[in-house]
């Protein structure tokens, strides 16, 4: 098919025209906005490249998960933050070779009961990942401990998590 009759196709048929437009327009958009995506995720990743782990007392809710969003992200997880209410008990949902996990973040300056680790038992299932995390700053109470221990949830304390960071 040559430019001549290309633009006969569209002499004779204006819509055609349009769609094909259209369809141009679109994709060169959505191009644009994986661009900006990705763009997006290198910047938050490098932003807590080097992150102080002292600061971690003292950041809101929403700082410290999308600091473990990133770090997630720089260890090769393709990752989702749940919004910030009727989240089904879970926070960050990252995948790694085909296998998920439901993560519960929790910034405390106490200890972390067992409602965290019975909120990520319910979220794994209704996301329906293969494995379920709690995360925090602080530590994990007994009861929660033995709890996540006979349900598999993987828990990641403050010590833990200094390692990690």
Do not use: H, W
Request: proline letters at 1%; a positive charge; charged letters at 25%.
């Amino acid at each position: 098919m040559d430019l001549s009759s290309l633009y006969k196709a569209f002499d004779n048929n204006p819509i055609l025209f349009i769609v094909v437009v259209i369809v141009c327009v679109s994709l060169f958009l959505i191009l644009i906005k994986l661009f900006f995506k990705r763009l997006k995720r290198k910047f938050k990743i490098n932003k807590y490249k080097n992150y102080d782990f002292s600061k971690i007392d003292y950041m809101d809710g929403v700082e410290f998960e999308n600091l473990i969003d990133a770090k997630f992200q720089k260890m090769g997880y393709k990752t989702q933050l749940t919004k910030a209410t009727k989240d089904y008990g879970v926070d960050l949902i990252a995948i790694k070779n085909k296998k998920s996990i439901a993560i519960q973040i929790k910034r405390y300056n106490r200890n972390v009961g067992v409602k965290a680790i019975q909120e990520v038992i319910a979220a794994k299932a209704f996301y329906k990942t293969d494995t379920a995390m709690v995360l925090t700053n602080s530590y994990f109470t007994k009861p929660a401990k033995n709890l996540a221990k006979e349900t598999n949830v993987i828990l990641i304390d403050r010590s833990k998590l200094a390692k990690i960071l």
